[in-house]
């Protein structure tokens, strides 16, 4: 069993930046592929990104590629989220979630953990 605790959400001006951390506990993560998803206040749960266990490779859907980054510490059992220039649309509760298949990554069917979600909100 993985436990994911989500934290470093809070509020943040357009334009400006956020580092979210998820660490595990139960067991080690260094085996999980480890994504990202936000989900908006009416909206479904979106993918917002996935790096591969041994963090040699990352994904990304359009919507933030290039502003968000991706990064884990296997020996801290941690995950980060690096965001720049955030939107007011990029506003939502961020969740991290492990999973141990590769393909489908952004599919939220194929993680078996997930977290409690943190809260992003982007406003002036």
């Known amino acids: 069993q993985v436990q994911l605790v989500e934290s470093g959400g809070g509020l943040v001006q357009p334009g400006g930046s956020l580092r979210l951390s998820c660490v595990g506990s139960g067991r080690s993560i260094s085996t999980y592929h480890m994504g990202w998803f936000r989900?908006?206040?009416?909206?479904?749960?979106?993918?917002?990104?996935?790096?591969?266990?041994?963090?040699?490779?990352?994904?990304?859907?359009?919507?933030?590629?290039?502003?968000?980054?991706?990064?884990?510490?296997?020996?801290?059992?941690?995950?980060?989220l690096q965001m720049n220039s955030l939107k007011?649309?990029?506003?939502?509760?961020?969740?991290?979630a492990a999973s141990q298949r590769y393909y489908s990554a952004a599919d939220d069917y194929n993680y078996d953990y997930w977290g409690q979600g943190t809260q992003v909100t982007v406003s002036s």
Request: glycine share 8%; aromatic share 14%; with cysteine.
């Open 39 to 80: 989900q908006a206040p009416g909206k479904e749960r979106e993918f917002v990104g996935r790096i591969s266990s041994t963090g040699l490779t990352t994904f990304y859907p359009d919507s933030v590629k290039g502003r968000f980054t991706i990064s884990r510490d296997n020996a801290k059992n941690t995950v980060y």
């Open 88 to 96: 007011p649309e990029n506003t939502a509760v961020y969740f991290c």
